[in-house]
């Protein structure tokens, strides 16, 4: 088990380094001089060229490819671009924000998912997974933007419960961010368990279906035990994968509902950067969202060893 464990550690750590690759060549490829964009198009000749040498990209770029790669391993990630300070702090406070609403609304959406999911796999075809199948494609139907407006809406301006946007800013602390994320919660979570309920659904009634269910009912063992023992842990195996991809989506691909409620998180923070030509921040951002990707995706194949001892001994045999 620790040799798969560091196995799949090598592998997220050459992601990771690929992406981090692939990530400084994008940027370096981007149409546009950055010194010029720092200092305006009226800028002159000999100021852009002073400000090409104070940002060093007048060196070579495998110089530049390998003095950034070592600041990222020692936690430097450069200075933005246009605000002159250290990027560290601004993005460790951006992604400080983006978790606030990120993990409620992981919690959240997964513990719905899977509850949804089983009643309706349990109750196929009857009221209860009509409801929940319904009640489903309605969430993946509607893009986000369009239910964070519903929400702001409703909750902010007919029934002024909840704040509609972030007023603050990206200073404030996490007792001035908190009633602002809650809108946001409400609208992630529902696009996240919509997608997560079919999947758990179809995996409840494939092993609801199976044989070692089948046999394990016939030898009397009661219903409930053979679905939280049984049909649960299988069922949940497939929606691993999705869960991964919906963290990197939580973290940073969020933009959309960010931008409705001026909510200062990661995504926010990646456009932003991008419409500035801020290269530091963005090549900061999309290594932290590499990061914690690869993580998730780890944390999904160890959960998938964990419920299914057949894959268990299988890399074992492989090993």
Do not use: C
């Not at 770029?61 to 250290?86: A, K, Q």
């Not at 929606?239 to 991809?245: F, H, S």
């Not at 950067?273 to 900061?284: E, F, G, K, T, Y």
């Amino acid at each position: 088990m620790t040799r798969m464990i560091l196995t799949r550690l090598g592998t997220a750590v050459l992601t990771v380094l690929l992406a981090a690759t692939l990530v400084f060549l994008a940027v370096q490829l981007l149409p546009g001089d950055v010194a010029q964009q720092v200092l305006g198009q009226d800028a002159t000749p000999e100021a852009v060229e002073a400000m090409r040498t104070e940002l060093g990209l007048d060196r070579p770029v495998l110089t530049r490819y390998g003095d950034w790669l070592l600041g990222l391993f020692t936690g430097d990630f450069g200075n933005s671009l246009v605000t002159r300070e250290p990027v560290g702090p601004a993005l460790g406070l951006r992604l400080r924000n983006t978790l606030m609403i990120a993990v409620p609304t992981f919690v959240l959406g997964v513990a719905l998912a899977v509850y949804l999911g089983l009643v309706a796999g349990l109750n196929r075809d009857k009221a209860p997974d009509r409801v929940a199948s319904g009640l489903a494609l309605v969430g993946m139907s509607i893009p986000e933007f369009v239910t964070a407006t519903l929400g702001v809406l409703l909750l902010a301006v007919t029934f002024p419960i909840l704040p509609a946007v972030v007023i603050d800013g990206d200073q404030a602390t996490m007792g001035e961010l908190f009633p602002a994320t809650i809108l946001p919660i409400i609208v992630l979570t529902i696009s996240m368990t919509a997608y997560i309920l079919r999947m758990t659904r179809t995996g409840v009634i494939d092993a609801m279906a199976s044989e070692f269910v089948t046999t394990a009912m016939l030898k009397g063992v009661r219903r409930r035990d053979v679905v939280i023992r049984h049909a649960l842990p299988t069922a949940i195996l497939p929606t691993l994968n999705v869960l991964a991809i919906n963290v990197a989506w939580l973290i940073g691909g969020v933009v959309v509902v960010e931008a409705v409620f001026n909510y200062p998180g990661l995504g926010s923070y990646m456009i932003e950067a991008v419409h500035n030509r801020d290269l530091p921040v963005i090549q900061s951002v999309a290594i932290v969202t590499a990061i914690i990707y690869s993580l998730a995706n780890l944390a999904a194949d160890l959960g998938a060893m964990l419920l299914d001892p057949r894959q268990r001994t299988r890399q074992e045999a492989a090993a």
